[in-house]
């Protein structure tokens, strides 16, 4: 019997998840547009070292979740972090929020996690999927650098809006993949001069314009340097991400001044802008994944599930296993 030719479309934690869960059961193809893996889980390196400028540490909630990352935890490229978050009001006043669990984030970045599991997959990087031509059963994807394919089947982990722009979905399953929203997020990375002081806990924001705020040193497995990255709030970035970077950054960079009264902060040696359109899930799909049988479409991603990390993962695994009977 033939095995499945799939073709997936990303390479975060949802695609990198169900292309490894059905691989045993089919020819899988993953195509990323970045040069790195990993997709919103994001390391950003530097001349001076790296950044995690997108998740900052994931739950492990669901006994499957726990189970996958058995053996990163257990060599440790998988940690926990942060032990206390410390939430900061609007008007910079300091109080203790409780966690609702444990956390961990991977070791020495974000992505190493996404490396980790990509491991004899055969991913396609650097490579942007403009569009889906064909028929069920023989899908040709046009990419920047050519076509791919034929396919039997394609399966999209790209955030919902750009995942609803890109497949020819039925018009049931356009719907419902239109019914997601999702919000932006800029983040600032600032290079502090090493020695000064900044908080050894990360910090929580109830702001109309900041987020979020961790020293990237104060993770396990990171250099001491000076590393610090701020998220703004998402209805703020979503009212803001039309506007010029740099008129961002530093109203951004303002704001944060003004609440937090750290010298290294006010007067960073650098500081660097990145948007984020897709962010973050304000209202997800009301199941695991969208799926059509007959036409050999699917899709997945955190923005079926909620707004996290183990979503994608719990979004990637159900798709892979709701596939893997197929001939
Ligand atoms: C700033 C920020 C902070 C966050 N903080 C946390 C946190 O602390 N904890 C937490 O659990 N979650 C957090 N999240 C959310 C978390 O990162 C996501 O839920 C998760 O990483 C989503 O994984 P995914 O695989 O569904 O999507 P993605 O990671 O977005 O993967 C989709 C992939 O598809 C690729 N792609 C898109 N279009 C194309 C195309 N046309 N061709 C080829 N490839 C394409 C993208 O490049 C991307 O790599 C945060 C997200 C951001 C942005």
């Known amino acids: 019997m033939n095995r499945p030719r799939i073709a997936v479309i990303g390479a975060g934690m949802a695609g990198l998840t169900f292309a ?29 070292g790296s950044f995690d400028h997108g998740a900052q540490y994931f739950t492990v909630r669901d006994p499957r979740f726990a189970s996958a990352l058995a053996a990163d935890i257990d060599d440790g490229s998988v940690q926990p972090w942060p032990d206390r978050v410390i939430g900061i009001a609007t008007d910079g006043r300091r109080h203790e929020r409780p966690q609702s669990g444990p956390t961990y984030i991977a070791v020495p970045g974000m992505t190493a996690l996404a490396k980790s599991w990509a491991k004899g997959l055969d991913i396609q ?94 993770k396990p497995g990171r250099a001491k340097s000076g590393h610090v990255v701020l998220h703004s709030n998402n209805a703020w970035a979503d009212a803001n ?7 961002v950054r530093d109203d951004l960079h303002a704001a944060l001044v003004t609440v937090v009264d750290i010298p290294g902060l006010s007067q960073p040696e650098n500081v660097t802008i990145h948007r984020w359109r897709y962010a973050n899930v304000s209202k ?41 009977d197929l001939p």
Do not use: Y
């Open 241 to 247: 991400l039309e506007r010029p970077p740099d008129a």
């Open 125 to 218: 990087l650097n490579r942007t999927v403009k569009g889906i031509a064909g028929t069920a059963g023989a899908w040709m994807i046009e990419t920047d650098q050519g076509p791919l394919g034929p396919f039997d089947w394609v399966v999209s982990t790209a955030p919902a809006p750009q995942t609803a722009a890109l497949m020819p979905l039925g018009p049931v399953e356009m719907a419902a993949c239109q019914s997601v929203s999702m919000q932006g997020c800029f983040t600032l990375m600032l290079t502090v001069k090493t020695g000064q002081d900044l908080p050894d806990e990360p910090l929580r924001f109830d702001h109309p314009v900041l987020g979020w705020l961790a020293v990237n040193d104060t």
């Open 284 to 324: 997800p799909l009301d199941r695991p994944f969208i799926l059509d049988r007959e036409r050999g479409l699917a899709a997945c991603g955190d923005w079926c599930i909620g707004n996290r990390v183990e979503a994608a993962f719990v979004s990637g695994l159900e798709l892979a296993h709701a596939l893997a």
């Open 20 to 48: 490894r869960t059905i691989k045993p059961h089919a020819d899988v193809t993953v195509i990323e547009k970045s040069r790195g893996l990993g997709g919103r889980m994001a390391t950003r390196q530097t001349e001076n």
